[in-house]
């Protein structure tokens, strides 16, 4: 059973902060992703991995960035955290190529910012 | 703008009948589809999938059907039962030149209410 664990279920931090979400999966798969889910707006791509120490921009990638060390782990920050972040964090990893239609998601983290 | 559109933010239907719900998309590149389902507090699970070369996939009490001219799916669940109430989220795969990982785009979910 694919496994997807992200560090916390929910998360306040301040304005100005420096955030960590970290994630970890233990089924070997090259991908990973960050997604952040907003009301009306479903999921939407922040940043993603095909390799370790490879990162591709999403859709929304203003004021994040992504580190990818090792192949089960990827991190992703907010440098300097602001209200509009307030969001809930889901991190996903998958096999690559047509293997990897299917994305396993982890539980999420709820970041409040305030 | 939005290249996966699900129109409806909610759906209730009766236990026991046919719950549809529906996902229309604009960009053609698109070539496989799926359905997640999500419950308050947890990931996405992965509910039932479909290529663009086929128009009807089934399993069980799912059955997806796609339209590719109208660029539109469809999400069936027959019979719908309370556990079924839920989040769903209609998702297009498309290859990007740039590496090798498959990006998903999401709709903006419907959620589903199954009254007992």
């Known amino acids: 059973d694919v496994k997807v664990t992200q560090s916390s279920r929910y998360l306040v931090k301040r304005t100005g902060e420096k955030v960590f979400l970290e994630c970890v999966q233990d089924?070997?798969?090259?991908?990973m992703f960050w997604y952040r889910q907003d009301p009306g707006l479903g999921l939407r791509l922040i940043y993603f991995?095909?390799?370790?120490?490879?990162?591709e921009k999403g859709d929304i990638p203003e004021g994040y960035s992504v580190s990818r060390e090792k192949k089960e782990r990827f991190s992703l920050i907010l440098e300097s955290a602001s209200t509009n972040q307030t969001s809930m964090y889901l991190c996903?990893?998958?096999?690559?190529?047509?293997?990897?239609?299917?994305?396993?998601f982890g539980p999420g983290t709820r970041l409040t910012v305030l | 703008d939005q290249q996966v559109k699900q129109n409806s933010p909610s759906l209730s239907v009766q236990e026991g009948r046919i719950s549809i719900l529906n996902c229309d998309y604009t960009?053609?590149?698109?070539?496989?589809f799926l359905w997640y389902k999500k419950y308050p507090a947890e990931g996405p699970t992965f509910l039932i999938s479909?290529?663009?070369?086929?128009d009807k996939n089934e399993d069980g009490r799912f059955t997806v059907f796609l339209n590719k001219s109208a660029k539109h799916l469809s999400l069936h669940i027959v019979p719908s039962q309370p556990g079924d109430s839920a989040v769903y989220f209609c998702?297009?795969?498309?290859?990007?030149?740039?590496?090798?990982?498959?990006?998903?785009?999401f709709g903006s979910g419907t959620q589903l209410t199954v009254l007992p």
């Open positions: 960009n053609s590149m698109f070539d496989y």
């Open positions: 991995s095909y390799d370790v120490k490879m990162k």
């Open positions: 996903a990893s998958s096999l690559p190529g047509q293997a990897g239609n299917e994305q396993f």
């Open positions: 479909i290529s663009s070369i086929k």
């Open positions: 089924m070997d798969h090259e991908n």
């Open positions: 998702a297009a795969i498309w290859n990007p030149s740039s590496g090798s990982a498959r990006q998903l785009t």
